[in-house]
C-alpha cells in the first residue's frame, strides 16, 4: 500500500483525496519509483477543474516528481535501482510510489537537490522549447513574457536574459516586479492596472516585441496581438485566465503578418531524443548556476488542496514543492 491524492470526481480542490493505493511490480519497459517530491504545475489545476480531460476516475493527479528506482520490470537495462531520477508531463505524481515507462526518466546529477529536481523538469523544459524551439530568441529580441514571478516565468525570464533579450515582464504586483527583475526582467508592467500594448509600445520605442509568450489565455490574446512587431509571434501556451476564444485569422494580416501558434510540452518531450535534448541543455544551466529554480513554496503532498488554492489565488511566485 502507498498513499497518493486522487480525484473521483473534476471540481474545487476539495476533490482532492489522500488516500491508499495499490501500486504492484513494474510491468515490460517499466521501474516502480519511491517518489522524494513532485513539483505542482497550473496543469494540475486544469486536470482537477475539468478545463483538460481526465482518461479514467479515480485519477490520481500531478505531472512531475523526483523519486528514487526500487523495482525494475522485464527489459530494463537503462536505469538501475538506486539511480535518482526526475520526469515531466507523465500524469500520477502526487503518489509516493508509481510505476512509470522507463524511457520517460531523466537521471539527475547529485549537485541538483531534490525540491530543485521536482519543480524544475516540466517548468524548465517548458521554457525551453518557448526559447529555442517555438521561437528561438536572439540577442537583443525584446519578448514579452506573462507571469513573469510565476513557476515557468522566473525561469523563462532567466534564460531568455542569458540568451541576450530585453525582457518586459507581466506581472500581478508591485512584490512580484521585484521579483521578476531579480530574474532577467528589464521592464516590468503591473497588468492589472496598466494597458500592455500602450506599455510595450512605449518601451520597444513603438516597434513592438518579437513574441509573447502568453500563459494567461482568455484575458490577455488581443493585447499579445497588439503588442507584436510586424511578424511577431504569439505563443499562447497557458490558460491561466481560461481558454482564449475562437477567432479569426484574417485579423493577423492588418496587425502585420503575426504568427499565433498554441504549443504543448507533451509534443516537445513526445520522443526520447527530444526529451533527452531539453533536458541536457537544462540540467546544464541549473547546473553552472546561470538558471535558478526558485522554490518558494512547500506543502506536504496530503496537503495538496491548500497548494491548489495558494497557485490558483495568484498567491504564489516561482515554483511550488509538495514534499512526501
Ligand atoms: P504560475 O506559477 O505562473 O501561476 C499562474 C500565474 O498566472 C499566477 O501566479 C498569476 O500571476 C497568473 N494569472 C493571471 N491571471 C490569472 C487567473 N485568472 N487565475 C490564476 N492565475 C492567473 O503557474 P505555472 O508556472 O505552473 O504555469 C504557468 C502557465 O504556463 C500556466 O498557464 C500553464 O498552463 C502554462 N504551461 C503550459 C505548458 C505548455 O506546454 N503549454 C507547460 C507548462 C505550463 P500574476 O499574479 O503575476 O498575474
Redesign the pocket.
Known amino acids: 500500500m502507498t498513499k497518493a491524492i486522487r480525484i473521483y470526481e473534476t471540481g474545487g480542490p476539495e476533490v482532492l483525496r489522500w488516500e491508499d493505493i495499490e501500486v504492484g511490480q513494474p510491468g515490460k519497459g517499466q521501474v516502480r519509483l519511491r517518489q522524494v517530491a513532485c513539483g505542482?504545475?497550473?496543469?494540475d489545476v486544469?486536470g482537477r477543474s475539468g478545463l483538460y480531460p481526465i482518461a479514467e476516475f479515480p485519477a490520481v493527479l500531478g505531472m512531475e516528481a523526483v523519486g528514487i528506482v526500487d523495482a525494475l520490470g522485464e527489459g530494463v537495462d537503462s536505469l538501475a535501482t538506486g539511480d535518482r531520477v526526475a520526469y515531466p508531463m507523465q500524469i500520477g505524481s502526487y503518489a509516493e510510489s508509481r510505476l512509470i515507462n522507463a524511457d520517460r526518466l531523466i537521471k539527475i546529477p547529485d549537485s541538483i537537490d531534490d525540491q530543485t529536481a521536482a519543480a524544475m523538469m516540466?517548468?524548465g523544459l517548458?521554457a525551453h522549447?518557448l526559447l529555442h524551439r517555438t521561437y528561438p530568441v536572439k540577442k537583443g529580441d525584446p519578448i514579452l513574457v506573462?507571469?513573469?514571478?510565476?513557476?515557468?516565468?522566473l525561469i523563462l525570464c532567466q534564460w531568455a536574459r542569458l540568451l541576450g533579450a530585453t525582457v518586459i515582464g507581466?506581472?500581478?504586483?508591485e512584490q512580484?516586479a521585484e521579483i521578476a527583475k531579480a530574474n532577467g526582467c528589464t521592464h516590468t508592467i503591473l497588468?492589472?492596472n496598466e494597458d500592455i500594448p500602450s506599455r510595450v509600445r512605449e518601451l520597444t520605442d513603438g516597434v513592438g516585441v518579437a513574441v509573447a509568450y502568453d500563459?494567461?489565455?482568455k484575458?490577455t490574446f488581443d493585447a499579445s496581438l497588439d503588442s507584436l512587431r510586424p511578424f511577431g509571434v504569439l505563443a499562447t501556451?497557458?490558460?491561466?485566465?481560461?481558454k482564449v476564444d475562437p477567432f479569426n485569422p484574417a485579423i493577423l494580416a492588418p496587425k502585420g503578418s503575426l504568427y499565433v501558434t498554441r504549443?504543448?510540452?507533451?509534443t516537445?518531450v513526445a520522443s526520447r531524443e527530444l526529451l533527452e535534448q531539453g533536458a541536457n541543455r537544462l540540467i546544464e544551466v541549473v547546473k553552472n548556476g546561470s538558471v535558478k529554480i526558485h522554490v518558494n513554496q512547500t506543502f506536504a503532498l496530503a496537503d495538496c488542496a491548500e497548494a491548489h488554492q495558494a497557485?490558483?489565488?495568484?498567491?504564489?511566485?516561482?515554483?511550488?514543492v509538495l514534499t512526501i
Open positions: 505542482l504545475n497550473y496543469i486544469y516540466l517548468k517548458t522549447y506573462y507571469a513573469a514571478a510565476g513557476g515557468v516565468g507581466c506581472v500581478g504586483s512580484k497588468y492589472r500563459s494567461i489565455g484575458a501556451f497557458g490558460n491561466a485566465s481560461g504549443p504543448t510540452l507533451a516537445h497557485l490558483e489565488s495568484r498567491s504564489t511566485t516561482g515554483s511550488t
